[in-house]
C-alpha cells in the first residue's frame, strides 16, 4: 500500500509513442496498481500535462484527433491531484534552496515529502541538484 508522486513529464510518457524512457514509465504506473499504491500529484499537474499536450500539437508532432484522445487517457488515469497545506511555501524553499528557475518541481517534491512518498520526475536536471539533500526524488530512468 501507499502511495508515489509522478510528475507530469513521467505521465505524459504513459501516453504518447516514442517518448524516452516510456516503458519505465508505464512499468512504474502498472507496478503502483498491482502493489495497491496510490500514485498523487499536486494541482498544477493538470495543467503541466496539458501544456505538453498543446506544445506537441503546436509543434506538429501530434495531431488534433490523436491529442484529444491522449487527453482524454490523462483524464482517465490513475493520478489522484491532492493539495496540502504548506506545500506552496516549503516547495519555495526547497527551490531557492537548490537555486531552482521555477517551482514546479520542488512543489511535487514537497508534496511527496509532506505525505511521506517517493517522487519520480523524468526531469534530470532538477533530480541531480536535489538528489544528494532530497533522497526520496527518483528518476524514472533509474527505475528497474
Known amino acids: 500500500m501507499g502511495e508515489l508522486c509522478v510528475d ?10 516514442r517518448e524516452p524512457h516510456r516503458s519505465k514509465a508505464i512499468r512504474l ?3 503502483a496498481a498491482k502493489s495497491g499504491r496510490t ?3 499536486p494541482p498544477l499537474f493538470e495543467p503541466e500535462v496539458d501544456g505538453i499536450v498543446q506544445s506537441y500539437l503546436a ?3 501530434l495531431t488534433v484527433s ?3 484522445r491522449i487527453l482524454a487517457l490523462i483524464d482517465a488515469a490513475p493520478v489522484i491531484v491532492l493539495t496540502h497545506p504548506g506545500v506552496r511555501q516549503r516547495a519555495r524553499e526547497i527551490a531557492r534552496t537548490y537555486n531552482q528557475r521555477k517551482v514546479y518541481d520542488a512543489t511535487y517534491a514537497e508534496l511527496a515529502d509532506l505525505r511521506g512518498c517517493d517522487f519520480w520526475t523524468a526531469d534530470q536536471n532538477f533530480y541531480s541538484q536535489v538528489r544528494h539533500g532530497l533522497p526520496f526524488v527518483k528518476y524514472l530512468p533509474n527505475y528497474p
Open 8 to 17: 507530469a513529464c513521467v505521465a505524459i510518457k504513459w501516453f504518447i509513442m
Open 29 to 31: 504506473r502498472d507496478d
Open 39 to 41: 500514485i498523487i500529484a
Open 59 to 61: 509543434d506538429g508532432r
Open 66 to 68: 490523436v491529442a484529444d
